[in-house]
């Protein structure tokens, strides 16, 4: 690759983001496997799950435009875009797993 082409892609090119991907409520009710982590974020762009810490959360809570429930049990967030692919990042929401269900 080229200089200019990796200035201009990068050196990971990202996935597309297709924007249909369905959560696994499965993966979304196991136990975090980080310490910190308190809610995960699933990605609708790529698939992706990610589990987020307190400090990550509020971050996202504040993309989102809701406060953090204080006990987090049948949330979590889903964005359309994420690190791994090239769906708008900014666009987040706090969803509950019952939602999804019905
Ligand atoms: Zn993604």
Known sequence: MSDLAEKMFGKVRKIIASGDYMPDLEKLS?????????????????????????????????????KLPETISDEFF???????????????????KKSILN
């Open 78 to 96: 889903e964005c359309s875009g994420c690190q791994s692919c090239d769906g708008p990042r900014d666009q987040i929401e706090l969803k509950t």
């Open 30 to 66: 196991k136990p975090f496997e980080s310490k910190d982590g308190i809610i995960y974020l699933f990605c609708k762009g790529c698939g992706s799950i990610y589990e987020l810490p307190a400090s990550r959360a509020a971050i996202y809570a504040e993309k989102a435009h809701v």
